[in-house]
């Protein structure tokens, strides 16, 4: 807060920032990886999470911080596309083990990844007027890990013949209660309000 000279209100809108587009931004990755394959949709996606840690490492601004969010959210099909080549890949008496790994996975993240980044926020390594520098610059390089080990280790779940023709729409599902990743993520949204 004192860093950005900002308010709390102001930071709490930060963090719900990536959830919102992320809501929004999730079933459509879903439809685009049943159009055009589970991989290459996750590729784009961790490339997009991994540019969203870059602009947050070189953010000195607060307009910078909400746009290095945004671009997250936008890009925030990774979940739902991992989710999807569980579904695609696993047999149906082990999908339940592996959604649920999955979702122990993610929490994990969620709990260690803030105080990973407090602690590394403490080393200035560009100056004070790049708090985020070195969390964002380890983040990106995670995240590029992930697009490395996706190129070479994942293979395609979802082969040309179960896609969806090139030439039919993409209708997203407006009807939350009926969308468990829809739900999912505007719980998500309401914890980060709540922070």
Known sequence: IKTYNTTPLVIGLLLAT????????????????????????????????CSAFLILAFSNSLNLLFVARIVDGI?????????AIITDSV????RGLQMTNLGVAHTLAGLVAPG??????????????????????????LSFSTIIITFFFIKESWPKSKRQKA?????????????????????????????
């Not at 459509?28 to 996606?45: C, N, Q, T, Y």
């Not at 990743?181 to 309000?193: E, K, N």
Request: glycine share 8%; net charge positive; proline share 8%.
């Open 167 to 195: 030439d039919k729409e993409i209708k997203i599902k407006l009807k939350l209660w009926n969308n468990k990743d829809a739900l999912y993520l505007l719980t998500q949204f309401a914890f980060h309000i709540d922070v």
């Open 18 to 49: 990536n959830a919102v587009f992320t809501l929004f931004s999730a079933p459509i990755w879903g439809r685009l990886s049943d159009k055009f394959g589970r991989k290459p949709m996750l590729l784009i996606a961790e490339a997009g999470t």
């Open 75 to 83: 890009f925030g099909g990774n979940y739902p596309i991992t989710k």
């Open 91 to 94: 047999p149906p008496r082990d």
């Open 116 to 141: 990973l980044g407090g602690f590394l926020s403490v080393f200035l390594i560009f100056g004070p007027d790049f708090p985020l520098a070195l969390p964002g610059l380890v983040a990106a390089c």
